[in-house]
T-cell receptor
Framework: NAGVTQTPKFQVLKTGQSMTLQCAQD?????MSWYRQDPGMGLRLIHY???????DQGEVPNGYNVSRSTTEDFPLRLLSAAPSQTSVYFC?????????????FGEGSWLTVV | AQSVTQLGSHVSVSEGALVLLRCNYS??????LFWYVQYPNQGLQLLLK??????LVKGINGFEAEFKKSETSFHLTKPSAHMSDAAEYFC??????????FGPGTSLSVIP
């Protein structure tokens, strides 16, 4: 059971480039989300999805786009990378049983924008 | 609106000493509360969670936390620190299915 898988693990982008961070889960979870982690700020929610075809904005959505065409996949797109988007990105998922369900995290994607 | 505060961005304890990491939350509805641990260059791993079944929750690696509604707190404790406990710890609140709010984290150092 792979859990939540993120790719790539490391990426360096130039300002203005676009890229997609991939996230896949094999637990049939309805809820998926993306966070960014910055020193001293904990994890901040970027976008989330409660099921295929349904997405919504979190706390810091600007500069990011998401889609959810399948239950398994939830890619995060950086439209035009900026140095402020240098961060560690985590994908997470949880089951549909309610807010008490455990949230499972991927291993993270380290992104540097130069 | 939900929010989480963690008092102390960095905590140092001696090996064998009590670990106490503080978490206070704000929620307009009864919340679900979580503690996660993050080791260097890794993802977050669940330590324990409160889902209203019992106020004292036991987790992995000897950690436990007590939910105190009157104090809106969910502090994490461990009687005796090990070197392997050195990590970043995050408290999180989830009052609704669609949003999980994390605190800023507390970095725990264990001194031999």
């Amino acid at each position: 059971n792979a859990g939540v898988t993120q790719t790539p693990k490391f990426q360096v982008l130039k300002t203005g480039q676009s890229m997609t961070l991939q996230c896949a889960q094999d637990m049939n979870h309805e809820y998926m989300s993306w966070y960014r982690q910055d020193p001293g700020m904990g994890l901040r929610l970027i976008h989330y999805s409660v099921g295929a075809g349904i997405t919504d904005q979190g706390e810091v959505p600007n500069g990011y786009n998401v889609s959810r065409s399948t239950t398994e996949d939830f890619p995060l797109r950086l439209l035009s990378a900026a140095p402020s988007q240098t961060s560690v990105y985590f994908c997470a998922s949880s089951g549909s049983g309610g807010p008490g369900n455990t949230i499972y995290f991927g291993e993270g994607s380290w992104l540097t924008v130069v | 609106a939900q929010s989480v505060t963690q008092l102390g961005s960095h905590v140092s304890v001696s090996e064998g000493a009590l670990v106490l990491l503080r978490c206070n939350y704000s929620s307009s509805v009864p919340p679900y509360l979580f503690w996660y641990v993050q080791y260097p260059n890794q993802g977050l791993q669940l330590l324990l969670k409160y889902t209203s079944a019992a106020t004292l929750v036991k987790g992995i690696n000897g950690f436990e936390a007590e939910f105190k509604k009157s104090e809106t707190s969910f502090h994490l404790t461990k009687p005796s620190a090990h070197m392997s406990d050195a990590a970043e710890y995050f408290c999180a609140v989830r009052a609704s299915y669609d949003k999980v709010i994390f605190g800023p984290g507390t970095s725990l150092s264990v001194i031999p």
